[in-house]
């Protein structure tokens, strides 16, 4: 396949980009309506570890990962490289020598839905990683593609300096222009659930704070005492 490398495209605002690292990944795609989340299946290789960047995207061939060489170029201080290939692979295309190379720029992690090897050096040298897969399978290095064009990771449309959000529960991309709007609707929801938090120590249910008495009424759940469903089964 022919490619292209585009050079320095925009970016999300690096201060919005740092803003967002406060807040979990759940909490961001939530203040997004629900959206922005990449599949289940791609998941951290450590643990307690929170990241937020902005994408340098690539896409390349399954068990090929020349454009990643490629990519290593284009990154620059708070990003995190995208990986995708044109078809599922699960080969070890990313390892500890390209995170020494990217950690050397500056780049905070990286998120691909192929697989990656080194995972023991990874941890030990703090360069956080999310992947379909952890596989020994080594790579070629023969054929073109793409860096900074969108990509699709698992449904989600990545563009380059999209940010991206990583940690325990997975990943989110935030949609450049939408980094600021973002991180002022998180700040309102962690408010709220702080809030709701605090009636759940004080020993609120969730039923009469979330209204959902009337919900169940509406769908036709009722309560039984134990004698009363016995009674109704006999």
Same mark, same amino acid.
Do not use: H
């Given at each position: 396949m022919s $490619?292209?490398?585009?050079?320095?495209?925009? #970016?999300?605002? @690096? #201060?919005?980009?740092?803003?967002?690292?406060?807040?979990?990944?759940?909490?961001?795609?939530? =203040?997004?309506?629900?959206?922005? @989340?990449?599949g289940p299946?791609?998941?951290?290789?450590?643990? &307690?570890?929170?990241?937020? &960047?902005?994408?340098v995207t690539v896409i390349g061939w399954p068990g090929d990962n020349l454009m990643i060489h490629a990519a290593v170029e284009q990154?620059?201080?708070?990003?995190?490289?995208?990986?995708?290939?044109?078809?599922?692979?699960?080969? $070890?295309?990313?390892?500890?020598?390209?995170?020494?190379?990217?950690?050397q720029r500056g780049v905070r992690g990286v998120v691909t839905s192929t697989g990656i090897r080194d995972t023991q050096e990874l941890r030990d040298m &703090?360069?956080?990683?999310?992947?379909?897969?952890?596989?020994?399978?080594?790579t070629v290095k023969a054929t073109g593609g793409s860096v900074n064009v969108p990509i699709v990771v698992d449904g989600q449309v990545v563009h380059p300096g999209d940010a991206i @959000?990583?940690? %325990?529960?997975?990943?989110?991309?935030?949609?450049?222009r939408r980094v600021a709007e973002t991180v002022e609707r998180s700040e309102a929801r962690?408010? #709220?659930?702080?809030?709701?938090? =605090?009636?759940?120590?004080?020993?609120?249910?969730? @039923? %009469?704070?979330?209204?959902l008495r009337e919900t169940l009424r509406r769908l036709g759940?009722?309560?039984?005492?134990?004698?009363e469903y016995e009674g109704e089964r006999s």
């Open positions: $490619g292209v490398i585009v050079t320095n495209p925009p #970016k999300a605002e @690096l #201060k919005d980009v740092e803003a967002l690292a406060r807040y979990g990944v759940a909490t961001v795609s939530e =203040a997004m309506g629900r959206t922005g @989340l990449l299946g791609i998941r951290p290789v450590q643990q &307690g570890v929170r990241v937020a &960047g902005t994408a990154c620059g201080e708070g990003d995190i490289l995208v990986v995708t290939t044109t078809s599922p692979c699960t080969d $070890g295309l990313f390892g500890e020598l390209f995170a020494t190379a990217l950690r &703090g360069f956080a990683a999310w992947s379909r897969a952890v596989s020994a399978q080594g @959000l990583a940690d %325990d529960d997975g990943v989110v991309v935030v949609p450049r962690e408010a #709220k659930e702080a809030a709701t938090r =605090a009636a759940f120590v004080d020993g609120q249910l969730g @039923l %009469d704070r979330y209204g759940v009722e309560y039984r005492t134990y004698e």
